[in-house]
């Protein structure tokens, strides 16, 4: 059973790696992401390039911000930078995954960071997007 601890700087560890839960992707998730965004391209919700529709590229974002969830109690983060490199459509039908590592913490006037790196793989492992981001603790 996992011990969930509250997300301190010291308590992370550079090195550490998270890993999310199976996410299927559905027509819904992809309409109410849509929505979020203010998107609403025709690809989202019918024929792509692709073969079908295909979620918007940063659709599984959220999962990646959320892996620090799946081992820590996070109280705030504030989202300082992010990076993506989108590698393949996320199609809708598909069921994602995203495995991520602490690279970096730093202290920055007087804030706390830390910077992971992730990857959104496919049931087969294929990579989709890459990424990075860079988040402050907000202690509790």
């Known amino acids: 059973m996992i011990?969930?601890?509250?997300?301190?700087?010291?308590?992370?560890?550079?090195?550490?790696?998270?890993?999310?839960?199976?996410?299927?992707?559905?027509?819904?998730?992809?309409?109410?992401?849509?929505?979020a965004v203010d998107d609403h391209h025709s690809w989202f919700s019918g024929t792509s390039p692709f073969g079908g529709p295909v979620a918007h590229p940063t659709f599984a974002a959220n999962q990646a911000l959320r892996l620090r969830h799946s081992r820590y109690v996070v109280h705030a983060g504030l989202h300082a930078k992010m990076q993506f490199e989108f590698l393949e459509p996320i199609r809708v039908g598909m069921r994602v995954r995203s495995r991520g590592r602490v690279i970096d913490k730093y202290v920055?006037?007087?804030?706390?960071?830390?910077?992971?790196?992730?990857?959104?793989?496919?049931?087969?492992?294929?990579?989709?997007v890459r990424g990075q981001f860079t988040q402050m603790l907000i202690p509790a």
Do not use: C, H, I, N
């Open 108 to 128: 920055r006037r007087g804030k706390q960071y830390m910077v992971t790196e992730y990857v959104t793989e496919d049931e087969a492992g294929t990579p989709l």
């Open 3 to 35: 011990q969930f601890t509250p997300l301190t700087y010291d308590a992370l560890k550079v090195g550490e790696e998270f890993v999310s839960d199976t996410l299927l992707v559905t027509p819904e998730d992809v309409d109410t992401y849509a929505f």
